[in-house]
C-alpha cells in the first residue's frame, strides 16, 4: 500500500471537502428534523452528504466496500472498506452548536489505515494515516503527558451513555479528573490528539462513529481500545476509551474492567 | 437614559473587543492551570482581561460601579454598575472547547439594561439591551416557538450541578425533552436567543453568569427567571431557567415549583 496511501488519504480529504459545504449549508437553517426508529434526530444534510461521499469513492475505487451510517453497507469483505459518519453528533447539529464533525475512516483488512475528524463549523480537519503524525490543517498535533486520572481533563458526550457498573465507574473517574466536559462528541478524541486534554470514555457507539478515530489518535501518539484494552475493529461492543498517555490510559482500563 | 444607551451600548462592544484577543491568544497556548480555593480552573486570560475591561470603564465612567469574578466589586450602589465575566465557561476554555465566552452586563438601579455574550473563539456576539432587538453580529435574532417540553431542545452545562429534589426534577425534564445537549456554559442562552434551540435550566450560578445573559434572552423574545419565576437580579440565588417560548417556560416552572 505504500504508493496507495497518499491516494488514499488525497481521497478522504476530499470526501471532507465534499461534506463539509453541504453540512453548512443546512446547519442552523431551520430544516425539518425527522426521527428514526430510534429517534436520533437525523438531517437531510446527513443523507445528502453521504450520497455525494459514496458517488466519489465508487468513482474512484469501485472495488472498494463502503459502511455509511445512512446508506449502509456493501462490499465489507474487500480488502478496502471506507466507513462514513457524514454527521456525527446529529443531535448537536440540530441544536445549533457547532461541536458536530464528519467522520471518514478508510479500513484495510478490517485495520483503520486512515483516519479524518472533520469539523465544517468549526474550520478544523484532523487527518491521521497509518505511521504518519496526524495532522490539524496541515500542522502536525501530538498527545501531552498525562501521568494519572487526578490530572486529566476528560470528555464524554453524555453520562446517559452509561448504566448500572459502568455508570458508577464512570462518576468514580468523572470525581477524580481534574476537568470534566460533557457534549463533545468527535471533537473530544480531536481535543486529546492535539494534547487539550487527555482521555474520552464513552459507550454506545458504531461503528462509523469510532473507526475513523483509531488512526488520529494513533497519529498522534495516543492509545484507543475497547474498554478491554483490545483494538478497535468493526465489531467491536462500542465501549471506548481514548488516551493520550499510556499510563492514564492503564489505569482507567484497570478501573473499567469491573464493568466488562 | 434615552442618550446614554447607544453610549453603554457602544462601551460593552468595546469591553468586548479589548478581551477577546486576549483570551484567544492564552487558549490553547498551554499556559499553567491554576487553582482558586474553590477549585475552578482560572487563567492568566482571566485576569488580564478583566483588568483591560476595568480599566476602560473607570476612565469612560469613573462613578460607575463594577462588579467583575476576578477583581470583585466597588460602587456598588451606584446607578449604574458593570458585570464583568472575562471567561465564563473556564472548564470549556482550558479543555480547548471554544464554547467559553465573555460576559457583560449594565445594571441600572440592579436592573439589567445591557448584555453582551461574546465567544472569542468562534466570532459571534450576541447585544441585547432594554426595549431593542438582540443583535448577533449586528443582525436582530429572535427566539422560536416551542409550546412544550417534550418539543423542546434543551442545553445544561453539565448534570452535576444539580443535587436531591433539583437532579431528580432536572432528570425528568431531560427524559421528556426531545434533545438535551450538555457543556454549552453561556452558549445554551445564546442558542436559545437565536432560536435553535428552546431551554436552558441551570444552578449554582453566580450574578456575573446569569445577569449578563438577561437583556440578550428579553431582547430575542424569550424569558429568563430564576426558578420561581422572578426576574434575575444581583441577588437571586444562581438558579437560572431561561426559554424562547414563555408557554415552554411556565411549564418548566411548575415542574421546578417542587424544588425549589
Given at each position: 500500500?505504500?504508493?496507495g496511501?497518499?491516494?488514499?488519504?488525497?481521497?478522504?480529504?476530499?470526501?471532507?471537502?465534499?461534506s463539509?459545504p453541504?453540512?453548512?449549508a443546512?446547519?442552523r437553517?431551520?430544516l425539518?428534523?425527522?426521527?428514526?426508529?430510534d429517534?436520533?434526530?437525523?438531517t437531510a444534510?446527513?443523507k445528502e452528504a453521504?450520497?455525494?461521499m459514496r458517488?466519489?469513492?465508487?468513482?474512484?475505487?469501485?472495488?472498494h466496500g463502503i459502511?455509511?451510517e445512512?446508506?449502509?453497507?456493501?462490499r465489507?469483505?474487500a480488502?478496502?472498506?471506507w466507513?462514513?459518519?457524514p454527521?456525527?453528533g446529529?443531535?448537536?447539529f440540530?441544536?445549533g452548536?457547532p461541536?458536530?464533525?464528519t467522520?471518514?475512516?478508510l479500513?484495510?483488512?478490517?485495520?483503520?489505515v486512515?483516519?479524518?475528524i472533520?469539523?465544517?463549523a468549526?474550520?478544523?480537519?484532523?487527518v491521521?494515516?497509518a505511521?504518519?503524525?496526524?495532522?490539524?490543517?496541515?500542522?502536525?498535533v501530538?498527545?501531552?503527558d498525562c501521568?494519572?486520572?487526578?490530572?486529566a481533563t476528560?470528555y464524554c458526550t453524555?453520562?446517559?451513555?452509561f448504566?448500572?457498573?459502568?455508570?458508577?465507574?464512570f462518576n468514580r473517574?468523572?470525581?477524580d479528573?481534574?476537568?470534566?466536559?460533557?457534549?463533545?462528541?468527535?471533537?473530544?478524541?480531536?481535543?486529546?490528539?492535539s494534547g487539550?486534554?487527555?482521555?474520552?470514555?464513552?459507550?454506545g457507539?458504531s461503528?462509523?462513529d469510532?473507526?475513523?478515530?483509531?488512526?488520529?489518535?494513533?497519529?498522534?501518539?495516543?492509545?484507543?481500545?475497547?474498554?478491554?484494552?483490545?483494538?478497535?475493529?468493526?465489531?467491536?461492543?462500542g465501549r471506548?476509551?481514548?488516551s493520550?498517555?499510556?499510563?492514564?490510559?492503564?489505569?482507567?482500563l484497570g478501573r473499567l474492567?469491573?464493568a466488562v
Amino acid at each position: 500500500m505504500p504508493g496507495g496511501l497518499d491516494a488514499f488519504v488525497a481521497l478522504a480529504e476530499r470526501l471532507a471537502e465534499t461534506s463539509g459545504p453541504i453540512a453548512r449549508a443546512y446547519f442552523r437553517s431551520g430544516l425539518t428534523v425527522e426521527d428514526k426508529s430510534d429517534q436520533t434526530p437525523v438531517t437531510a444534510a446527513d443523507k445528502e452528504a453521504e450520497t455525494a461521499m459514496r458517488a466519489l469513492i465508487e468513482g474512484a475505487y469501485p472495488t472498494h466496500g463502503i459502511i455509511g451510517e445512512e446508506y449502509g453497507s456493501v462490499r465489507t469483505d474487500a480488502e478496502y472498506v471506507w466507513v462514513l459518519d457524514p454527521i456525527d453528533g446529529t443531535r448537536s447539529f440540530v441544536a445549533g452548536l457547532p461541536m458536530f464533525g464528519t467522520l471518514i475512516a478508510l479500513l484495510r483488512g478490517g485495520r483503520p489505515v486512515v483516519g479524518v475528524i472533520d469539523h465544517p463549523a468549526l474550520g478544523e480537519r484532523w487527518v491521521g494515516a497509518a505511521e504518519r503524525p496526524t495532522l490539524l490543517n496541515g500542522k502536525p498535533v501530538q498527545t501531552r503527558d498525562c501521568a494519572s486520572l487526578t490530572a486529566a481533563t476528560i470528555y464524554c458526550t453524555a453520562p446517559e451513555m452509561f448504566e448500572g457498573a459502568a455508570l458508577e465507574i464512570f462518576n468514580r473517574c468523572r470525581d477524580d479528573a481534574r476537568v470534566i466536559r460533557y457534549g463533545t462528541d468527535c471533537y473530544g478524541y480531536a481535543m486529546v490528539a492535539s494534547g487539550f486534554g487527555d482521555l474520552v470514555i464513552e459507550a454506545g457507539m458504531s461503528a462509523y462513529d469510532y473507526l475513523p478515530l483509531v488512526s488520529v489518535i494513533d497519529g498522534a501518539g495516543g492509545v484507543i481500545t475497547d474498554w478491554e484494552g483490545k483494538a478497535l475493529g468493526p465489531r467491536s461492543d462500542g465501549r471506548v476509551v481514548a488516551s493520550g498517555d499510556r499510563r492514564l490510559h492503564a489505569e482507567v482500563l484497570g478501573r473499567l474492567s469491573e464493568a466488562v
